[in-house]
Every structure is written in C-alpha cells, then in structure tokens.
C-alpha cells in the first residue's frame, strides 16, 4: 500500500486532470486516466510508473503552482514511484536501500572493489599481459565466474519477482496479445512517451528540448551495447574456447567501447540537465536515487574504458579488480536503485498497450515516417 | 517616461498575437500585463480550442468547416446581434490562423482518437491555452518584445479621440508611457464583483468566476468614460452552473458540471425550478448560470444516482454520496423533507420510454410543474450522488466598439487616429448573445493580428 498522504496527494491530483483532459495528447498517461472513475492505489501505481517525467503537464497546467489546486503531476508521480520501488523490492528490507540509495551504492561498491583487490594475485601483470588468459592470471576463471554469475543471477532473480509484484499489486491485466507487446516494445525503444507531444521535455522551463531523449538514448543503447558485449566474450570463450583479452578490433571490445563511451556522454548529459533543472517538478527522494544509479553506470562504464587503454600496462590487474569489484556492484544494486524504473515502466507501457489497442495501432502508424502534422 | 511605437494592454491571446505581428512588422513594442507571470494570459490560459473555417481536413480537424457553416452557427447563438460585416470578415481571417500560429510554436493534438480532439469545427491546443501562451510569451521574448508583468493599466489618456498617455501602476508604484500607438486586450469585466452588482444585485456576491481574476474592466470602463463607442448589452454575462466547491477565481474547466441533463435540479428548500432535460445539454447549458443566480442565495443542487453516474464527465470534485434521499439532503445542505417529496413525486411522474443520453430520447414525466422533457429516469438507485452548483460567470458582453481595422469608434462613428482592440474587450461586436466554443479565441487571434499590424502601420508612418 502507498502511504496515504502521496497517494491521497496523487489521487485527487489525478481527479483534476480527469475532469480538465487538456494534456490529452502528451502522454500514455492521460488517456489511461480517462479511462476510469475512481483510482486505486494500483491505478495510481500504474499512472506513476507509466510518467516518463518529461513535465509537459507541468508547465502546461492551468492549475499548477501557486494556483490554489497546486497541481504537480510529475512530483506526486515520482514520490509514487519511489514507493512503488520500494513495495515490490525483493527481499524486501533491501528496499531501505532506497532511502540511502546514496551511501548504499558506495559502501557497496567500496567493498566489492575491496574483495576484488583481496581476491586479485600479486603477480607479476607486465609478464602477462595481452596474452590469452591474461585476465584469469589476475583473478582466476572460477572465482571470476562464480561471484559475476551469482550475483547476476540473484539480480535477475530479484528483478523478476519485483516485476511479478508490480504487475499484481496493480491489478494489470492477466493476458496480453503479440501487437500490444510489440506497441510496449517500440514505446521503450523510441521513448515516444518522453515529450510525447513531438517537442521533446520541459528542462528548465516552458521550452522543450529534445536533449533529455538523446542523452538517455545515449546511455540506454550504449548499456545495451556494453551488455552484448558481454555477452558475446561469454559466448567466445565458453562455446569457442577462445580466451580473453581479445584485441581491440573485435566484437566483444568494439561493443563494449562504442557502449562505454555512449555510456559516459548519455550520463554526463542527465546529470547536466538534472543539475540546471526546475526543481519543483521534482522529488527530492527519487533524485537521490536519480543520481546514485548514475554515478554508479558511470563508474562501470569509465573503469571498463581504462581498463582497456591500460590493459598493456602494469596498472591492469588493479584496473581489472577495481572494474570487477563495481560490475558485482552493480549487480548487486540492480533491484535496489534506479535501473528498476525501466521494469516497471516497460511493464505499465505493456499494461497501456493492452488497454489501448486501438491508440496503440493509431500512434505507430501516425509515427511511421508521417509527421504528426504535416504543418509543422 | 517609457516611449514605444505600439504599446499592447492585455496579454492573453489578442494582446500577444497583436504584439508579436507589430513586432514583425518592424515596430518597437511594449506588452503590458497585470497577472504575475505564474498567471499571465488572461483567460486565455484557461481555454482549450478554437473554431476555423477550412474547406479540406487538415492534421486537427476533420471534414470541412466553411464560412456559411460557421456563420450559421454564430448567427442561431447570437440571433442576429452580430455585425455581419466584422462576422464574415473575421470567420473568412479564421482560415489563415494554423498556419500563422503553428509558426509561432503552438500545437495542437493530431485528430487521432479520444474525447477531445477529434472535431470538425475546433482545433484543440495541445496541452490547453497556458501551453499555447507559453509558445507565444516564448515567441515574444525572441522578437525582442518587452514584457512587464505585475503592471497593470490604469488609465489612457484620450484626447479628440488620440491616446496621449498610458498611466500604469507596479506594485504600487506609479509611472507612465508615451507609446505612439496602443492595442488594448485586457478583457472584459467579469471579475469585478462591484460592477456585476450594479445589474444583478447582491446575487453577484455568489457568483464564481471561473477565469482570471484580473478581468477587472478597468481599461474598458476608462475608455467608455472618455466617448468610446460601447456595444454590446451591459447587464448581459455567459454564465453557466459551476461545481459550488469551485475556487472563486480561476477554477476554469474542471468545475463545470454536465450532469444537469441525467439529474433533477433543486433549490435549497428541494424544490426543483426548471426542465433539466430541455434540450442535449450543449444547447443548454449556457441557462442554467442564471437559473442558478435566480435561485435563494444563489444555490443549487443536482441530485442523481448510481446508474447515471458514468454517463457524464467527472467534475474535479468527486460528489457527494449517500445511501438515502434523507441522508444527501442533509450532506448537501438541503431541506430533507422538500426533497423527499420531489423526489417522490418525480419518481412517480416518470413515464416509461427508451432511454438514450445521446439523442432527445422518449423518457418524460407528467403531471408535474415544471416536467422534465427528456431523460427522465426513476432516482432510486443508491448511493445517491449531489452536486452544489453556484453560477460561474465566464464573460461579459460589453465592450468597445471597433471596425474592421479593429480602430476603436468614438461615440460619434469616428475611429481613433492611435487606439486598437482586440479580444474580449470587442468580442461583443461579433458575439452580442449567446456562446459558440472556440469564437471568443478565433476573434482574439483574428482581431489580434488586424490590431498589431494597423497599430505598426501608424506607428511607423
């Protein structure tokens, strides 16, 4: 259950937007509200983790601050969230990460790179370097496999039963069919939610930019590209037998650099505009959480892209303990930080589908090179 | 002392679209306005739409809308108190607008689906009137348009017909302007309580005002004082019933009520004053403010049940509920007896038919004064739901008269040499009576671009 003042808050914020219906044409999100009377807890959870805080409703609304209604969709929607994170959190005390989301990602951190360091052979790395196995000199292949693989496998664990909870505690419809699913999959995939009245979000006020998709298209894809990479040495290394490190020009290595840099140029862009933003659209909480999963991608991301410039160096077997030591982090921290939002909204994006078949078919039709209107 | 070659009153939708033509046109302008800029635009911020002529359908609008549709319209609302001449002049200007305003950032919802924006005849701004006032405050700013909020217009000084002088006040602080030409855009009166009692008495102490609060007159009532033409029927408002939980001011859309049609209406003491089913409730609803003023202490109250519910949109405020007819009169304030007896003789007065919320269906009632014509259902499926309605006045129709190159007249037919209006403020020479949705922000804009583009004309030589 949310607590009662943020979803007493949100509800009758809701109750507002349902009887104006001006915002209409920005987001999911209004037309899920019209589809109904009254709100539970679970629409409301449903509502808030459909919001892709773009704040187009914000600055557009007739009622929001210092109207005496002081409408804040975006801030009541992202204490929802956070609480949403927290509900469907499992096990779930971890879910007190989330209010020190902060100091968890670091302490945590810290003391994988600790146990990498500890684990790490003080061997000689200039003698091994570059060569097949030169990595496993380091930290050996069993030990290597077992704490990634385990830690892996816990957080997809914890990720799943958490998606399991969210679609249950928010009532969402039990089946689904193959169009919605594919609606669901072109809305995370192009953001068409984020700014969905074409002109991208409100930053730092009544203008939009499309700054916010690009960079956030930036760190999505090049994390997607930084996992395929992954991917791509397990499967050299396990089904050809070819051991790492590989050379720069080869799949695993172009992925995973393309990714990282794409990584650090999308977070480096949040934070940026996260910093300059209006804050009274925000939630303090979440932005906490906001900044913490940030921090941490980046860490990955730069302490992966020096491992691979320092790899023919002496620095690499601590570059390689330092880099393990935040990716068994992150793992760790997965369930607990801000990298669950994508779950839940790809799941209330799903939901909308279902519910929506018809404006699901409209909108990617309308979207497939037609420009919505052929006046602008 | 401040000089500018056109000074503009008022930034809502007619001073903006005034002031960024000038400003295009090459003149320097100033752009005056009396909200903060949290509240900036004048009732504008609170509208949703507006109507356009086009002949083919475009991105917004379906089908085609032309210039004798839409005369039509205008003219069974305002039965002939129009000037047919400014009327058709400004329907046919009404074409030109989407491209004009697209390029100045507004947008609008793509005609695709839902409640809202799929229309033949009004195109709907995406994210309603205070985005559409962002993109042109946006607009403005970029041209190099000077804006002062908190700035509010007291008085212009008019001599044979030429503004001199514009005195304004700023937080209390006095100054003036000597612009070389003027624009003014600042609305009706609506807001001012004191001036609305001069024609409806104390009842106008309980009228909600469902826009700005700085629809003040004061620009107005100056200029009529010093020999501008009027037009329009002073004691006249559009007024409708409004969700009594309402803000005083600037409650706009999410306090109307549609419920009217689906309920039985009745006055403090349970006692129901009018057919609540007359007509399909766009045509009607514009009565009911006044059937509301007229009521003791200008209160009243809808009352339906559970199976109506869902047929109308939701007011922001969720009704009020009760198991028995007792018990709701008592939540609401009303007198239980008088109410149980209505609502036992309503009951008992409805004639079986066919009901149909989408038509003038066949449900009616008989033997009781006043009957209800339409939709007349049996109250008695509980929860019971209420709704207090208070009069909620959107507008009113007095203002300046103007001709067609939107010059202020003087009461002896003569234009000002300097002075132009736009919107609300000579709305009443176009829309004399009665309301169609989306005018009042097709004659803004229209009015508003004639008004920037003679006032740089002037001021430029």
Redesign the interface.
Known sequence: MLSAEIEERSRRFV??C?????????CAVF?AI?LR?QFTSGDLSYLANLCHDCR??Y???????????ALNLPKAFADVRLETYELCAWPRPLAALFRRNGLAASVLALLCVVLFVWLAKPSSPSAVQQSAGAFYAVIPEGVMIAITGATFLFAVLSLAIGAIRFWRDTNSPSAFDAPSFLAAFSDVFTLRNLGG???GCNNKD??FSQSRRYFHHALFYGFLFCFASTCTAAIYEHIFGWISPYPFFSVPVLLGTLGGIAMLIGIAGLVQIKLTADSAPASKLLLDVDYSFLVLLFVAGATGLLLLAMRSTAAMGALLAVHLGVIVSLFLMLPYCKFVHGIYRAAALLRYAAEHP??AK??AA?TEGVP????? | MESCDVLVVGGGNAGLSAAITAREAGASVMLLEHAPR??RGGNS??T?NLRLMHQSP???LTGSYSSSDYWRDLLSVTHGKTDEHLARMTIDSTAEL??WM?AHGA????A??????LSRTNA????????LM??Y??AAKRLGISIAYDTEVRSLCLVNGVVREVSTAKNGASDSVRPKTVVVSSGGFQANIDWLREYWGDAARNFIVRGTPYAQGVVLKNLLDQGAAPVGDPTQCHAVAVDARA?KF?G???S?LDCIPFSIVVDRAGRRFYDEGEDIWPKRYAIWGRLVAQCPEQIAYAITDAKS??LF??????PIRAESIGELAQKLGVDAAGLETTMRNFNQAVRPGKFDSGVLDDCRTEGIAPPKTHWARPIDVPPFIGYPLRPGITFTYLGLKVNQNARVLMQDERPSANLFAAGEIMAGNILGEGYIAGIGMAIGAVFGRIAGREAAKVALG
């Open positions: 109750e507002i349902n009887a104006c219906r001006y915002c209409e044409g920005y037309p019209e009377r187009g409703c600055y557009s609304c007739q009622y929001a601050p210092p109207h005496e209604f009245g074409g002109d009544e203008t018809r404006r409209n909108l309308a919505l209107d052929p006046l602008r | 949290a509240f911020r609170h949703r475009t991105a917004t989407l491209p697209h947008r609008f919802q793509p695709l689906e839902g409640t809202l924006s709907f701004f995406l994210g309603g009137g205070k985005a962002n993109a405050y946006s803000p600037d706009g859309i999410v109307r519910e869902k949109m939701p007011s922001a405020f969720p």
